[in-house]
């Protein structure tokens, strides 16, 4: 017994140190260095600057906004796809179309984007061929909403098409010979069920929307509109770690109140 | 109710799929184009590519990127599994549910603050930025996955197997190495492969903790877009596209082989970014 519970431990090990080491002592390290200034001198002075300047707050409400936005657009986008998608006899091809492009690197397709938004790129050309004239649109907020929720929408397609494979047909059917119309089906029945998804959804694309640094410095401009950026900008530009640890905070408390909202306890699935 | 898509609905999910997939097909086309910018298309020509393949840097930061992928997935693969055995052998239902959502704090981290805390991290222990740190952090942000990719395939595993194996006189050793790894081999095959593409999707985690000496693909194609389009990226996207459906390709035939020594899979596997 004495060697079973040994060989046991042989597996928690190496888990556990894991654990430790890049779980909890990362977090734990973040939270630490926020109660320090820039001279290494404990103080309370980064969350007071935080709370007290405009201009973090203000960042933090852009951030919040922004990251909003992309989720309201993906989702959008994404319901009608996955509905229709999951109506498709060959469902599970369609969905392959999906998930192809997020195993595409982001920073290619962020890349490809400096080119379509660019002065004389794809899309300026179209805007000219239909009598618009050009427009300056990489580096503005408008263009770093739309490339995210680009980005995000595969994400925000897939757990809403997981839960609508998820509803039995026989629900559907019961609704129509009840007499409920297209619409009333969708309202009272689909979009009720496909809660956790959108939920799921939500959670996946929104927190990462508040940190997305790469795009907002290639698309966004060298503006600092978000969170993530400034975390970036203070730990590898400015070098002042404390105050980015402070805005780290900010982001982990705002992670956690998201979680929060959008968990729904998910059961296993398997029986 | 007919339970088939509308004539609007598809020409919808067509439209979307154009503007899903322009974005990529024009990086593609214009790897082609003798000009310099994505602007105008100059002429079909396959200098960008030549230009790709000789440059010396762009080859020694491909090899590195495939090296760290391979490594950081394989460590992340063992640790995972284990992790997943650990976790399905506590018994108290508490305990296993703490661990996973220990488990999953790195899934759900936005990737800067896993960058940060991770650089905070090396620094504390002075560790030098480079290969190690960046491997570090690949084998730990990958673990979690491939716990998760392995664990249903453990608890699906009837425990009278193990039992009648011990009632059989099997020591711990014969019942992991002949009953238990056998039965999660292909959660444990698809945990590996999501490592893999885990590692080469990520940016800003390797980004924060590389150092100067040190670079990844996306990293340099980072800093080479920050200075404008050069179209020998676009080159290097061609190539990425064709890597990434092969490796696409080999991830369905293995689900596909999974699927057809029983497990049932219904869900999509959602990689991350």
């Known amino acids: ?271 | 109710m007919d339970n088939r898509a509308s004539k609007l609905g598809k020409f919808y999910i067509i439209f979307v799929f154009l503007l899903m997939y322009m974005p990529i097909f024009y990086l593609i086309i214009y790897s082609f184009s003798k000009g310099t910018t994505m602007a105008n298309f100059d002429g079909f020509t396959l200098s960008h590519y030549g230009e790709l393949f000789a440059d010396k840097r762009m080859l020694a930061i491909f090899l590195d990127t495939i090296l760290i992928a391979l490594l950081s997935s394989l460590f992340s693969t063992i640790i995972g599994t284990m992790g997943a055995i650990a976790v399905h052998n506590t018994k108290r239902r508490h305990q296993r549910e703490t661990l996973l959502s220990l488990n999953s704090i790195l899934l759900v981290s936005p990737d800067v603050i896993i960058g940060a805390s991770f650089l905070i991290f090396f620094t504390a222990l002075k560790l030098p930025l480079g290969f190690w740190s960046v491997l570090l952090s690949h084998i730990a942000f990958e673990i979690p996955i491939v716990l998760l990719m392995v664990l249903p395939r453990l608890d699906e595993m009837s425990p009278s197997l193990i039992n009648a194996a011990m009632d059989l006189g099997a020591t711990s050793t014969q019942i992991l190495s002949k009953i238990t790894l056998p039965f999660i081999q292909p959660g444990i095959i698809a945990g590996f492969f999501m490592a893999i593409t885990y590692s080469l999707d990520d940016f800003a985690v390797t980004f924060f903790v590389t150092g100067n000496g040190f670079t990844t693909l996306s990293v340099e194609i980072y800093s080479r877009a920050r200075q404008g389009i050069s179209l020998e990226i676009n080159a290097l996207a061609g190539i990425m596209f064709i890597f990434s459906l092969v490796l696409v390709g080999i991830y369905y035939l293995i689900e596909n082989h999974n699927l057809s020594s029983g497990r049932k899979l219904d869900r999509v596997e959602v990689p991350d970014r």
């Open chain 1, 1 to 271: 017994m004495a060697m079973k519970k040994s060989f046991k431990g042989l597996f928690y090990t190496p888990y556990i140190l894991w654990l430790a080491m890049f779980v909890i002592a990362p977090v734990a390290l973040i939270i630490y260095y926020s109660f320090f200034d820039i001279h290494h001198q404990f103080t309370f002075s980064n969350y007071r600057v935080f709370f007290e300047s405009g201009t973090y707050l203000t960042m933090t409400a852009n951030s919040v906004l922004y990251a909003f936005l992309i989720t309201v657009i993906s989702i959008l986008i994404s319901y009608p796809m996955a509905l229709v998608i999951s109506r498709l006899k060959h469902r599970d091809l369609w969905i392959l179309l999906v998930i192809l492009p997020t195993w595409i690197n982001l920073l290619l397709k962020a890349y490809a984007f400096i080119g379509l938004l660019s002065r004389d790129g794809l899309v300026n050309n179209l805007f000219e061929f239909f009598g618009i004239p050009a427009q300056q649109m990489l580096f503005t907020d408008a263009s770093f909403i739309l490339v995210a929720a680009y980005i995000q929408i595969p994400f925000m397609i897939l757990p809403i098409y997981n839960s609508m494979t998820d509803i039995s047909d026989s629900y559907i059917r019961a609704s129509s010979d009840l007499g409920a119309t297209k619409w009333q089906t969708l309202t009272k029945i689909i979009i009720p069920m496909t809660m956790p998804g959108i939920k799921s959804g939500i959670q996946i694309v929104f927190i990462p929307s508040l940190s997305l640094f790469m795009l907002s410095r290639l698309i966004g401009g060298n503006k600092i509109i978000t969170l993530g950026t400034a975390v970036e900008e203070h730990f590898l530009t400015t070098m002042n770690w404390g105050m980015g640890s402070t805005i780290g905070v900010v982001l982990i408390i705002s992670m956690v109140v998201v979680m929060l909202f959008t968990n729904t306890k998910r059961k296993g699935r398997r029986s």
